[in-house]
Nanobody
Framework: QVQLVESGGGLVQPGGSLTLSCAAS????????MRWYRQFPGKQRELVAS???????YYPDSMKGRVIISRDNNKNTVSLQMNNLKPEDTAVYYC?????????????WGQGTQVTVSS
């Protein structure tokens, strides 16, 4: 079985920074694209950032300049550095990855970590 476990969420003041981490574990042959999503109450999850195995990060226009995604392929981890946080960034943040354990790769999700931006 594969598990994705996020960490690093919490309460931060407006204008502050926070770094989320996600570690994949299990019998993993290869991890392709890794992503961070977020979900507001009553809304669908939206993409925050993604990164391929060799790098090449992607950010939606709304996130450019405020977040940085990185990964460590040796440790099967992905991180999301978030800067200049705003109250509207308050959401549950999820890690997602396309992982091959045998045959074709499948998508896996973490359990989510709450980020609250408030003074």
């Amino acid at each position: 079985q594969v598990q994705l476990v996020e960490s690093g969420g919490g309460l931060v003041q407006p204008g502050g920074s926070l770094t989320l981490s996600c570690a994949a574990s299990g019998t993993i042959l290869h991890i392709y694209t890794m992503r961070w999503y977020r979900q507001f109450p009553g809304k669908q999850r939206e993409l925050v950032a993604s990164i391929g195995y060799v790098g090449a990060p992607y950010y939606p226009d709304s996130m450019k300049g405020r977040v940085i995604i990185s990964r460590d392929n040796n440790k099967n981890t992905v991180s999301l550095q978030m800067n200049n946080l705003k109250p509207e960034d308050t959401a549950v943040y999820y890690c997602n990855a396309d992982i091959k354990i045998s045959g074709n790769a499948q998508g896996y999700w973490g359990q989510g970590t709450q980020v609250t931006v408030s003074s």
